[in-house]
Each structure stands twice: as C-alpha cells, then as structure tokens.
T-cell receptor
C-alpha cells in the first residue's frame, strides 16, 4: 500500500515557468510533510517542509501548498531555472517514525 | 569532508555472493537509515536504527541485514545477492527529532 502518492512521474517546464508537483496521502496521523531535492549522482537533500497547521510555506521561489481536508500537498517552483532540474520527492511522517517517501518526480527545465 | 560517507561507491558482484555496504557519519546523530532507490519506485526504507542498541525493519527488509557497530557506523549486508537487488543504496542520518535526514552520496550496486 503506497502511503504517499506523487504525480507526475516526470515534468518538463520552460525556463521561467511554474513547476507544480503534487502529493496525496491517506494517513491523517501524518504531521510533517517535507520535500527533498536530488541532483544526479547525489543523495537527496531537504528542500522545504510544512506542518499541517499552516496552509502554505514559502522559501524563495519554492512554495508548499497544503490542503488538509483533501489530504494533499504540492510543491510550486516559481520562475523555474535549468538549475532546478532534479528529482523531487515528497514525504510524510507520523510522530517520531521514519519518513515515507513518494516515488519521485523528475523535473527538466528547458531553456 | 562529507558528513555522511558510503563505501564502496560502486560495486559489481555475482549472484549468491555476500556483500557489505558501509556507512559512516560525523554529524553525531543517533539515528541512521538505509534506503534503496529504484527508478519509478522512489526511496524505500530497508532498515533503521534509533541508537546503537536499536534496530528496526523497514518496508523491504527481506534479503538484507544490518549492523550498528557504533553511533557513527551502520552497515548493510546482502547475505546472498540476487539480481533484483541491483539498485542505488543510500544511507541517511538524523538527530533525535528526525525532521531532517542527511543522505550520503549513495552506493550503486549491480548484481549479475
């Protein structure tokens, strides 16, 4: 049973455009929702995270939107740049348990 | 120097061989994790350890074993490697609250 469903699997965006990646979850006990960014040949690294008591968190060009009633959260990358080309993973966790990751989205930003 | 190191970085082995992947960290974290990454399947948790005396199975522990030799060292073993264990393996660490996991550079394992 996949606990965190991520879409799309791959995404191509023009430079300057908005990249949007979506995740959905079933377990209402999840209380922490991070996004990780992975460049080729590297391990994933924390990009941005949100707790369910807020609906949006913004850090520079990266924004998480959180919809608790729909059990969905999404990553928005504004003014996408070629350097943003990477694989993005959403994740979730309940309390002190390990993170559960989505299957990843490969983002390509083309000039 | 990298905070989380993994050795080897690449390994090719034959079916039936025993292989050990090693992870070391200098972050002083208590928690360590082993993940497997496959295309289209994301990151799946194999084993995790919240301290030296604590070992827990993850989502896909069958065919794997681990050893937590010290706070800084966490090894993953494949007792008898099989081709479908060909994957990219990541070690990660976190502090007690576990909010941020720090990943190593990965080990690419090929089982022929």
């Amino acid at each position: 049973q996949q606990q965190v469903k991520q879409s799309p699997q791959s995404l191509i965006v023009q430079k300057g455009g908005i990249s949007i990646i979506n995740c959905a979850y079933e377990n209402t006990a999840f209380d922490y929702f991070p996004w990780y960014q992975q460049f080729p040949g590297k391990g994933p690294a924390l990009l941005i995270a949100i707790r369910p008591d807020v609906s949006e968190k913004k850090e520079g060009r990266f924004t998480i939107s959180f919809n608790k009633s729909a059990k969905q959260f999404s990553l928005h990358i504004m003014d996408s740049q070629p350097g943003d080309s990477a694989t993005y993973f959403c994740a979730a966790r309940r309390g002190n348990t390990p993170l559960v990751f989505g299957k990843g989205t490969r983002l390509s930003v083309i000039a | 120097d990298a905070d989380v190191t993994q050795t080897p970085r690449n390994r090719i082995t034959k079916t039936g061989k025993r292989i050990m992947l090693e992870c070391s960290q200098t972050k002083g974290h208590d928690r360590m994790y082993w993940y497997r990454q496959d295309p289209g399947l994301g990151l799946r948790l194999i084993y995790y350890s919240f301290d030296v005396k604590d070992i827990n199975k993850g989502e896909i522990s069958d065919g794997y074993s681990v050893s937590r030799q010290a706070q800084a060292k966490f090894s993953l073993s494949l007792e008898s490697a099989i081709p479908n264990q060909t994957a990219l393996y990541f070690c990660a660490t976190s502090d007690l609250d576990g909010y941020e996991q720090y990943f190593g550079p990965g080990t690419r394992l090929t089982v022929t």
